[in-house]
T-cell receptor, first 112, second 117 residues
């Protein structure tokens, strides 16, 4: 059974700092991995999707990497801003299945 | 990008009543929709997969007679929580898969906060 773990559970940084969020998964036979952002009481906003054959994806100040063999992904946020404050969720889908398995998320607070 | 809406955004009901939540794909036709539940400080847990024109597939431990799912059209799926109890209070989120998008990407609705008194 696939399990997704995100470390740390919470992170507080000053504005302007670069930071890394971590995601690990137990079964490396994934189809893709997605990073989402969730604001309090809101739905999910997709940030980046990495196919199992890819090593990284970039969008603006965000860069996500994937090391499928070791079961790890990182989300790098450059020059953090207070507007980046949210919970970041990592989710994986298994090969042949549309189901997403989510981690518990990392709650990020960027202080002005 | 693809847009998914949910209605209502929040609902409060008395114990024993039934509540219906709608999930709509606004700018694409979704052959498959998913229903998730999220408890405070927990991750999203998949409840069921809803396929247009057929019965939903429920995850282990989810009561199909309690959580009724109907996917009557390519743009609408509904989740009905029957005989709701306080322990059903949660944040319910739906997602939809656009079959024309590569990589099985799912697009999520804004969620519905259910509070059962």
């Amino acid at each position: 059974k696939q399990e997704v773990t995100q470390i740390p559970a919470a992170l507080s940084v000053p504005e302007g700092e670069n930071l890394v969020l971590n995601c690990s998964f137990t079964d490396s036979a994934i189809y893709n991995l997605q990073w989402f952002r969730q604001d309090p009481g809101k739905g999910l906003t997709s940030l980046l999707l990495i196919q199992s054959s890819q090593r990284e994806q970039t969008s603006g100040r965000l860069n996500a990497s994937l090391d499928k063999s070791s079961g790890r992904s990182t989300l790098y946020i450059a020059a953090s801003q207070p507007g980046d404050s949210a919970t970041y969720l990592c989710a994986v889908s298994q090969g042949g299945s549309e189901k997403l398995v989510f981690g518990k998320g990392t709650k990020l607070t960027v202080n002005p | 990008g693809a847009v998914v809406s949910q209605h209502p955004s929040w609902v409060i009901c008395k114990s024993g009543t039934s509540v219906k939540i709608e999930c709509r794909s606004l700018d694409f036709q979704a052959t498959t929709m998913f229903w998730y539940r999220q408890f405070p400080k927990q991750s999203l847990m998949l409840m069921a997969t809803s396929n247009e024109g057929s019965k939903a597939t429920y995850e282990q431990g989810v009561e199909k007679d309690k959580f009724l799912i109907n996917h009557a059209s390519l743009t609408l799926s509904t989740l009905t929580v029957t005989s709701a109890h306080p322990e059903d209070s949660s944040f319910y989120i739906c997602s939809a898969r656009d079959p024309f998008q590569v990589y099985n990407e799912q697009f999520f609705g804004p969620g519905t906060r259910l509070t059962v008194l």
